[in-house]
């Protein structure tokens, strides 16, 4: 069983290259998360998957597109890479049920430089 | 807009000693609260969470937290802390009727032997 998983774990991208980061989850979750942290800031959301199918702007959306393969994998894609977008990257998984969203389950996260 | 204060960026204690890590939090409705731990170059870990019941709330690691309605706070506690809880400890909260969570700064934990 291994959790949340990430690739890459180290990316270096110049300004305007794109670029995807994957993530999968074998817990059977139905909801899956993106998540960026930068130093004080602790994290922040970017988009969530509530359910197969659905996805969602998050607290900061803008330069990131998402993709819910399926109920497994959950991508997110820098269209053009820019400085501001230099940070930590982290996925992440839960299970809902009857309206009860629990405890979410972090990957171990992209380190991402855009010089 | 719900949003998590964690009044330190930085609380120092002795090996042994009681710890506690402050938060305080604002939400519109009954909060789902929770306390997560990251150690270095690694994701966040759950530690435990408030949904509803006792006040009270028993996690990982023989950690614990206090929800305190009237003070709209959920601190962190733990009796005697060991060199290894030395990390980055998060509070986040999430309205019932909400789909995010909304994290605090972070509070870095330093035990000292």
């Known amino acids: 069983n291994a959790g949340v998983t990430q690739t890459p774990k180290f990316q270096v991208l110049k300004t305007g290259q794109s670029m995807t980061l994957q993530c999968a989850q074998d817990?059977?979750?139905?909801?899956m998360y993106w998540y960026r942290q930068d130093p004080g800031m602790g994290l922040r959301l970017i988009y969530y998957s509530a359910s197969e199918g659905t996805t969602d702007k998050g607290e900061v959306p803008n330069g990131y597109n998402v993709s819910r393969l399926n109920k497994r994998e959950f991508s997110l894609r820098l269209e053009s890479a820019a400085p501001s977008q230099t940070s930590v990257y982290f996925c992440a998984s839960s299970e809902t049920w009857a309206g009860i969203w629990y405890e979410q389950y972090f990957g171990p996260g992209t380190r991402l430089t855009v010089t | 807009a719900q949003s998590v204060a964690q009044p330190e960026d930085q609380v120092n204690v002795a090996e042994g000693n009681p710890l506690t890590v402050k938060c305080t939090y604002s939400?519109?409705?009954?909060?789902?609260l929770f306390w997560y731990v990251q150690y270095p170059n690694r994701g966040l870990q759950f530690l435990l969470k408030?949904?509803?019941?006792?006040?009270l709330v028993k996690g990982s690691y023989g950690f614990e937290a206090e929800f305190n309605k009237s003070q709209t706070s959920f601190h962190l506690k733990k009796p005697s802390a060991l060199v290894s809880d030395s990390a980055l400890y998060f509070c986040a909260v999430r309205d019932n009727a909400g789909n995010m969570l909304t994290f605090g700064g972070g509070t870095r934990l330093m035990v000292k032997p």
């Open positions: 408030y949904i509803t019941g006792d006040n």
């Open positions: 939400v519109s409705g009954n909060p789902y």
């Open positions: 817990m059977n979750h139905n909801s």
